[in-house]
């Protein structure tokens, strides 16, 4: 076999290990973009949590994206039949959030989630244990969730909520409001004691970030190939 021959022969598994190094190294790339991105919405939810809450009137109108997690604080009076018990899964387990809207004097409702109740909650038994006096709540602004679960879509009309949709959840209940966003509650005063209690608290606010880990992964993988196809060269010399 001559050399060109032997050159010829490996030009293909040579050319292969080319084009994986270059995706290889595209997928890194990608990687060390996204822990860019992971650390910046960390440290954007870190000063969040530790700013003092804003009035709901402090809340600017647009896109609620870049509010998230900022606490708000505010007073007013529950619409307990306007309660709705939203499919949930937590640290606690499977169950619902308890959605009640929250009217200010003057102002639109804000559906506020008061927290988890386990699976087998009845609707009735919650819109009964809702307070009907003031209250003041501080939670973490939210948005409305309209696109749903991927599997499952709301059936209003059976009071099958699997996805926090604002604006369908106050036509359905008669509230003339579009709303933006909800809070998910961190405290509520005075404390609820009628059964089934709430637990607030629950968002989930500590992201993993094993971005550098992949994109050292995707780099090795890189590195290798390139060193495979410069040994599968050579033998053809």
Known sequence: MTTQTGSRQRLLPVSILLVLALGFA?????????LAWKEALIADVTRALHAAPIAPDAVPAGPIDKLSYHRVALAGHFLPSA????????????GYWVMVPLAEPGQLPIW????F?????KLDAVRAAV??????IVGLIRPSEPKGTFLRANRPEAERWYARDLPVMAARRGLATEPRYFLDAQSETPRPTASPVPVPGLTIVAFPNNHLSYALTWFALCALSLGAAIMVWRKAR
């Open 26 to 34: 595209g997928l890194g790339i990608w990687q060390i973009q996204r």
């Open 117 to 121: 109740v386990p699976l087998g909650t």
């Open 131 to 136: 307070p009907t006096g003031p209250v003041a």
């Open 112 to 115: 506020v989630n008061r927290g």
């Open 83 to 94: 309660t709705v018990l939203a499919t949930a899964t937590s640290t606690l387990g499977n």
